[in-house]
């Protein structure tokens, strides 16, 4: 137990460009996008999983309970397109690379999500979501794949702000498709593609075989787990739009009830060598890779809390070190059979992460402390172990 009190969390929404107080009741519900597991964890990934670990850890010190749920993209272009090119069999890649992904969120000491969902398994689930919106008049079809028609909701454009032109370019971007002819809309997404030769397939009962589209995967999963309105969608930032836009739509047309959600958090971006970190651009540190190159992956994550999540950010060798130096401090600090008092130091993490998870904040208090404790000592026998529990609990720092 840590001494004194949880606080309430307030968090950035993108929908409403403010911080919002989240007083989530007894029981939380948050849904966090999760892989398409076709290459190992890079730093980006952690960064946003970890940034998302903070705001179970403020609930779970609030004596909130928990639902968080995360999906897996485990079928999807880019996954068919990697397995095409080694020649590997595509449950085999998102098998394998899921496996990995879930040892690396276990080092770095991301709590798990209650419910990890595959976009396979909730196939069932989205067939008569599909049917439902295409029988409502919101989706129709076009040689036989099905799409949403985001003018079926008038509300569609809350969550990201963004103009037309903008929302087009990013949908071109981001694995939309507003150049084919045909579309009501340029922009609207699919939410059911008709099998194709060389594909899997599944059965879709009145759809036709195929397979789900991206956004209504993330909406029947988290319709299904945690109902309408729930805490927090989080994600990147690159899935404002068009992926939490078009999720949101969905819902909002599926249930006539709005929001979607009460918060959509983002994440920044983190890039090396200036470009967003990213598969495709192939400039990747990975999770896997520094584990076995024997770095700590306590060490790792320090590194990764030393950005406010809502700041894009550059990877580098430099930070890992610095982080190493800091978590070496840290624990020489704890280590001592006393010192400086600790009561304040918790209040002020605690402080820094409940105002939108502000973990640079937390850790300069961190390191008051410990220079304090090199410094001066104290004579508080009980001090290391306190902070020690606390930075555990809180920011996930094993000492
Ligand atoms: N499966 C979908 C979400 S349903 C997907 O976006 N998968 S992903 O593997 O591409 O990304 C997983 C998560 O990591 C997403 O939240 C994404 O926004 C985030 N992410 C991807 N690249 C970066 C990056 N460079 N920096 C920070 N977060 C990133
Ligand atoms: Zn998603």
């Known amino acids: 137990m840590l001494p004194g009190t949880g606080r309430d969390l307030r968090l950035h929404d993108t929908a409403t460009g403010g911080l919002v107080t989240l007083d989530p009741g007894p029981e939380a519900r948050i849904y966090v996008c999760g892989i398409t597991p076709y290459d190992a964890t890079h730093m980006g990934h ?26 897996v993209t485990d079928v999807d272009d880019p996954l068919l397109v990697r397995a095409a090119e080694t020649g590997e069999e595509w449950t085999a890649l998102a ?17 798990p999500p209650r419910e990890f969902v595959g976009a396979v398994e909730a196939i069932p689930r989205i067939v008569p979501l599909v049917e439902r919106l295409r029988d409502a008049g919101a989706a129709y079809e076009l040689d036989g794949d099905i799409y949403f028609s985001v003018e079926s909701d008038p509300r569609f454009g809350s969550v990201s702000g963004l103009d037309a032109a903008t929302m087009r370019e990013l949908s071109a971007e981001r694995g939309g498709d507003p150049e084919r002819p045909g579309k009501k809309n ?139 130096e800091r978590l070496a401090r840290w624990r020489d600090a704890v280590s001592r059979p006393e010192g400086p008092h600790a009561e304040g130091l918790v209040e002020e993490i605690r402080a820094a992460l409940a105002e939108d998870l502000d973990s640079p904040a937390a850790l300069a208090a961190v390191d008051r402390w410990a220079a304090l404790q090199r410094t001066e000592g104290g004579t508080d026998t009980g001090a290391p172990g306190v902070v020690s529990r606390a930075v555990d609990a809180l920011l996930g720092v094993a000492l």
């Open 46 to 71: 952690a960064a946003t999983y970890t940034a998302f670990d903070l705001v179970q850890r403020v609930w779970l010190d609030n004596k909130r309970q928990v639902h968080y749920v995360q999906n």
């Open 186 to 324: 340029p922009l609207d997404p699919l939410l059911w593609s008709a099998e194709r030769a060389g594909e899997p397939s599944w059965d879709g009962g009145s759809l036709g075989r195929g397979r789900p589209g991206w956004h209504i995967e993330c909406v029947a999963i988290s319709l299904d787990h945690l109902g309408m309105t729930f805490d927090v969608q989080g994600g990147g930032s690159d899935l404002i739009f068009p992926h939490h836009e078009m999720g949101a739509s969905h819902a909002q047309v599926l249930t006539g009830q709005f929001p979607f959600a009460r918060a959509y958090v983002h994440s920044g971006l983190v890039a090396l060598d200036g470009e967003k970190m990213s598969k495709s651009r192939g400039n990747l540190v990975f999770v896997s890779q520094l584990r076995r190159d024997g770095i700590d992956s306590v060490a790792v994550r320090l590194a990764l809390l030393d950005h406010h999540y809502r700041t894009d950010w550059e990877w580098t060798a430099h930070g890992l070190q610095h982080a190493q």
């Open 95 to 111: 098998d394998r690379e899921t496996d990995l992904f879930r040892d690396d969120m276990t080092a770095l000491r991301n709590l």
